[in-house]
């Protein structure tokens, strides 16, 4: 049987780091990528450094990632900007724009190119990566929280256009995470952090496995019918 070919987006640091290294473990052929940071490859792991903001580096990284292992079973979109928390009156011109551009039109292109490739081989699992400020409405996470409630919108209505149709298994699905003890959490500050735990009825960090628990039957190759689905993990949505 032949490795799952798994591409995990901001796999260099936090969950994407974490998830990476979990999938390397259990036999999956991890590709990923991440803005800053260089990691080692080995047989089952495949890093290059890649700007969401270029269309050029995304296009070669794909290229690469094809050429070599010929296709990409599962994509989980974790990659993402988060500023530190802030009040939406402060957003200057060039600072949305610098959100938008890696959290919209970066990841857009991304998942499009991706499910083209998917097309063409009739199966993969899409899986983004969101977050509990788009369920809680935090105050100073403006752009953070409307950049992931657009990627959000954007899966649904692929799923709509791609998941039933042209005899394709191809599903797309949002995880929603709520406290993950990773660096863009803690730059949230202590303040923000506090008023999202008040409103959670889950108050505990979320552990690796439990997000794991949840990606599984996402990314099973049976589970046709589970796509356009948000799932909040450790928060009740409307909170």
């Known amino acids: 049987m032949k490795k799952k070919v798994i591409l995990i987006s901001g796999c ?9 290294k979990y999938y390397q473990k259990t036999g999956h052929i991890v590709v990923g990528f991440g803005a800053k940071t260089q990691l080692k490859n080995n047989n089952n792991f495949f890093y290059k450094n890649v700007n969401l903001k270029s269309k050029s580096q995304i296009n070669n990284f794909l290229s690469l990632v094809f050429k ?12 993402g900007l988060a500023p530190a928390a802030f009040p939406a ?10 959100v938008t551009k890696t959290n919209i039109l970066g990841q857009i292109y991304l998942i499009n190119q991706i499910t083209k490739l998917m097309i063409k081989k009739k199966f993969g699992r899409i899986i983004n990566i969101s977050s509990m400020s788009v369920s809680l409405n ?10 992931k409630a657009a990627i959000e919108k954007y899966l649904k209505i692929l799923s709509k256009e791609i998941s039933y149709k042209n005899n394709v298994n191809i599903t797309f699905n949002t995880l929603r995470v709520s406290m993950y003890d990773t660096k863009s959490f803690r730059e949230l500050g202590e303040k923000t952090i506090q008023k999202a735990k008040d409103s959670l009825a889950y108050k505990k960090v979320l552990k690796i496995n439990e997000i794991i628990n949840i990606l599984t039957p996402l990314i099973n190759d049976k589970n046709k019918a589970l796509t356009g689905q948000t799932i909040n993990l450790g928060l009740i949505d409307g909170n």
Do not use: H, P
């Open 12 to 20: 260099s640091s936090g969950l994407g780091q974490d998830l990476s």
């Open 68 to 79: 070599k292992y010929k296709k990409i079973d599962y994509f989980i979109n974790n990659a």
């Open 89 to 98: 009156l402060l957003n200057n011109y060039e600072f949305v724009e610098d």
């Open 138 to 147: 935090l105050e100073g996470t403006s752009l953070y929280t409307s950049s």
